[in-house]
């Protein structure tokens, strides 16, 4: 039986994640050793692959708003008492809606018009694909897990579907639909920049980032900030406290779940409208998985998963410049990489948590733990 | 009295901290052997976690421990039960899906072949079973035990592993009358084969019933520790709070009830599998009464309250609140009822009351988070939620007064005070309360029961569910039986006597 554990509020959001980082960086570092390669130049590599220039910057930057999109979509479910590792087909769904909207609209629309359409075509895809999980969670039990798993495969098979017999040119080989108009371009952040004249490199950064801290507010403004929020969390707490208070746990199922949807699928602007300008196949890869890892890594708090999807978005791109620099160092050791922090910061936390209260307690003028 | 009977457990000086708490302060604590010590205090005074060092699951920061004589380590509870002390915890330690016979072996198997282990554990066990007359289905599976049957399956096992001290922590707390009479009938029996028993309890009654000295924590200490000749309920009541409790029926307690505020008939709910378990159930609130259901837990009552709250539909009946009639077809929702001014206390704290994640001021809103003063559009009014939730705290007392505490860091009495705080706060016409001082310190009780008095006073028609028979008689002016579901008796106050609600609750009058 062990002492209670409790941390202080700042230990546990700043210190705690700080500390498994460490851990998981510590470890990675031996791994690299083994290999034979040097952890210090590797690392100095990854950092500056990551931060070192405003390129890179701008990469991970890049990297980090489609996570941030993904993590607030679980984080959202996460609150409502769902587990939804759909993220990945929902994005993919809000993606397509996105790229539709684009295609069909875009040769008729000016950009004010159509960016919000494509926008709102993209949560909208993105919140029904999520709502058919929802709804057979909550009035048929079916588990959303398992259900948002199969629904991943469906998406993206129906996106190749599309892709091959009905969006693409004839004659085209590659699996992509037909360019957009350029209206349907979300502007990139070295233009909207040259706009206030500041001078930012060429990169894929585009404007999805303001979206996605929009999107940070929004969602902590939804959660903690408005009755709907506090019902779902409410829901998601204790599902029978709730429907003591009244809340019909069913309604705040569908909620979450659109909610989480409507995220994912504005991925699709981040990476359709604003670096491809076409609908493409592999568009996710794999963010909306990633996005439980960020979720995870952030506490379910948006200001923990900006900084999450940062980490995140600084692995992608550091690791791809490591790769590239630093000769016999493959991609596969990012990836290493990736799941240390993957595991100590999402499933070893409550190994190292035990550890960090013990280090506080041993600190004068702590008080670490409060008797429960 | 075996008052030259050696000491099988002394604890000397005892001091253990948890961070800035002293849960422990220079505790001693001597227990004779083959007597009942009873170990009694408010919740957070030190019981569990003196017993928790005894039991080698905390260390003492200071201070000596002997086990008949000789002066002891114990580093963990393999270190206790190889010393002869056996734990029960309140919260049972079994595996539900073994038999009651491989709950007992787990860990001590006596041979590595399965089959003769269980040859050789049976025979023991049977043997133990007995002697004690602790009789358990050996080869029932745990989860089809009731629990009355764990808790006998618990001490044989701490019996089982060679315990001769017994520490038994809250153990009636899960115990319907009956089986409570049962275990203290083993526990005599226990006791005179020279069994020593450490009774952690906070109801007094039972202490005196059942034990032979008894020590009384208060905030970390020992304030008393006496043989139970010497004592008193009151006197004990007393050195638990460290004042003059009043727990019993006030003098003069006599009301006038008003017009019928709520009014059911004939409910019948059966659950999922066609179970009956609500039948033929009529009763009638009226305003300035409170009126008491006793009855033996498990016989319709929890089920009465989640019918006239809303969060059940029965299968019949009919059901009038302030005037507003309900049938099956259109059954009341819990937001309706709030609307109309039905307020509702739920049983269970930790599942329906409070939501245990929430800050304090969350919870402190939960139902009623829709009220004009607490929204403007969409948003929540944070700010009045908040002083709503400070006012609600300065009113009932809820310590400590931190409105951003989760739920679940406040004790159990606090806890309970917040809800009533907020069902209270909005002054219900027809108030709902179950099991209202379950798990609560005497100290709080008996605010809870004032402030309940004075809502029946200000003309509120109170409903109160409580499986205490005392908790029914100091309270209720009127008193329903219920048994399996039907109401077994109505008695007015003045014709109660203990005996005659214990036979209607049993079912035996009829």
Redesign the interface.
């Known amino acids: ?1 062990s ?1 209670p554990l409790a941390l202080p509020r700042w230990a546990d959001l700043v210190l705690l994640p700080a500390v498994c980082l460490a851990v998981a960086l510590a470890v990675a570092a031996g791994v690299v050793a083994l290999v034979g390669q040097s952890p210090p130049e590797v690392m100095v590599a990854l950092v500056h692959g990551a931060f070192g220039t405003l390129r890179g910057l701008s990469y991970t930057l890049y990297y980090a708003t489609t996570f941030i999109f993904t993590g607030l979509a679980v984080a959202v479910a996460f609150h409502g008492g769902l587990f939804n590792i759909g993220g990945e087909g929902q994005a993919v769904m809000g993606g397509l809606g996105t790229g539709l909207a684009a295609l069909y609209l875009s040769a008729s629309l000016p950009a004010w018009a159509m960016l919000p359409i494509m926008l709102i075509a993209g949560m909208l895809f993105g919140m029904l694909w999520a709502s058919v999980p929802a709804y057979l969670q909550a009035y048929r039990g079916s588990h959303v897990v398992i259900t948002t798993i199969m629904f991943n495969f469906i998406a993206s098979s129906i996106l190749v579907y599309l892709l091959v017999n009905h969006l693409r040119p004839k004659g085209n080989m590659a699996l992509e639909s037909a360019l957009f108009a350029p209206s349907a371009k979300l502007p990139g952040m070295q233009q909207a920049l040259a706009w206030l004249g500041v001078e930012w490199p060429a990169s894929p950064l585009n404007l999805s980032l303001v979206l996605a801290l929009m999107a940070c507010v929004a969602v902590y403004l939804f959660l903690w ?4 929020g ?2 779902l ?2 829901v998601g ?2 599902a ?7 809340i019909n746990a069913k309604h705040q199922t569908l909620i979450a779940m659109a909610v989480s949807g409507a995220l994912a699928g504005m991925v699709g602007m981040n990476e359709i409208a604003g670096v491809s300008g076409k609908l493409i196949l592999e568009f996710v890869g794999g963010a909306g998985f990633t996005g439980i890892a960020v979720a995870l890594m952030g506490r379910n708090h948006p200001v923990g998963i900006l900084f999450a999807s940062l980490l995140f978005g600084a692995l992608f791109q550091g690791g791809a410049e490591v790769a590239f620099d630093v000769p016999g160092f493959s991609r596969d050791m990012v990836v290493m990489l990736q799941g240390l922090i993957v595991l100590f910061s999402g499933a070893m936390t409550y190994v190292i948590a035990p550890l960090v209260a013990g280090g506080l ?1 041993l600190l004068p003028g702590v ?6 | 009295m075996k008052e030259a009977a050696p000491l099988a457990v002394q604890m000397r000086g005892i001091h253990k901290r948890f961070g800035a708490v002293k849960a422990n302060v220079d505790v001693s604590l001597s227990v004779r052997a083959g007597t009942v010590h009873g170990l009694v205090g408010e919740n957070g005074a030190g019981k569990s976690t003196l017993m928790s060092v005894l039991y080698g699951f905390y260390q003492a920061d200071s201070g000596a421990i002997a086990v008949n004589g000789q002066e002891v380590d114990i580093r963990n509870a393999d270190d206790a039960i190889a010393l002869g002390i056996g734990m029960v915890h309140q919260h049972f330690m079994l595996v539900e899906t073994l038999s009651a016979l491989e709950n007992v072996m787990l860990g001590a198997e006596p041979h590595w072949l399965l089959r003769r282990a269980t040859a050789q554990l049976r025979g023991k066990l049977e043997a133990l079973m007995q002697s004690t007359g602790l009789q358990v289905q050996l080869d029932a599976l745990v989860a089809d035990l009731a629990v009355g049957d764990r808790q006998r399956l618990e001490i044989l096992k701490a019996l089982y592993r060679g315990a001769r001290v017994l520490i038994l922590d809250e153990p009636t707390a899960v115990l319907t009358p009956q089986e409570t009479l049962q275990l203290f009938e083993v526990l005599k029996g226990l006791r005179q084969q020279g069994t020593t028993i450490i009774l952690i309890t906070h109801k007094l009654k039972e202490v005196m019933a059942l034990c032979d000295f008894v020590t009384v924590m208060r905030a970390g200490q020992v304030v008393q520790e006496l043989p139970i000749a010497a004592a008193t309920m009151e006197s004990l009541a007393e050195a638990m709070v460290g004042r003059k409790v009043q727990m019993g029926r006030l003098d003069g307690d006599v009301h006038q009830a008003g017009e019928v505020l709520l009014s059911a008939q004939e409910l019948e709910l059966r659950d999922a599998l066609q179970v009956l378990r609500l039948s033929n159930v009529s009763l009638e609130l009226r305003a300035g009464e409170i009126v008491g259901i006793a009855g033996v837990s498990g016989n319709g009552q929890s089920e009465l309250l989640d019918v006239l709250s809303g969060l059940l539909a029965p299968s019949k009946g009919e059901l009038t609140i302030c005037g507003q009639v309900f049938t099956p077809a259109h059954w009341l929702d819990p937001q309706t009822a709030r609307k109309l001014g039905l307020a509702h206390v739920p049983e269970d704290r930790h599942a329906r009351a409070l939501v245990m994640d929430f800050c304090a001021w969350e919870s402190a809103v939960l139902g009623y988070e829709s009220l004009p003063s607490f929204s403007r559009g969409p948003w929540m009014r944070i700010d009045a939620m908040h002083q709503a939730t400070v006012d609600m705290m300065e009113r009932f007392d809820v310590r400590p007064r931190d409105t951003a505490l989760l739920s679940s860091k406040f004790s159990g009495g606090n806890q309970q005070k917040l809800v009533l705080a907020r069902e209270l706060g909005q002054t219900p016409k027809v108030l709902l309360v179950g099991q209202p001082t379950r798990g609560v310190d005497i100290g709080a009780i008996e605010f809870i029961y004032s402030q309940l008095r004075a809502m029946r006073d200000a003309g509120c028609a109170v409903l109160l569910v409580s499986s205490e028979l005392d908790e029914i008689l100091a309270l209720s002016d009127r008193v329903i039986v219920m048994n399996q579901g039907r109401i077994a008796g109505e008695l007015d106050i003045a014709d109660c006597t203990e005996a005659g609600l214990g036979l209607l609750m049993t079912g035996a009058s009829q």
Request: glycine share 12%; net charge positive; proline share 0%.
């Open positions: 039986m002492v900030r408005s009755r709907a506090y019902r969390r409410a707490s204790s029978s406290a709730a429907q003591y208070a009244g307690r008080s670490g733990a409060r008797r429960g």
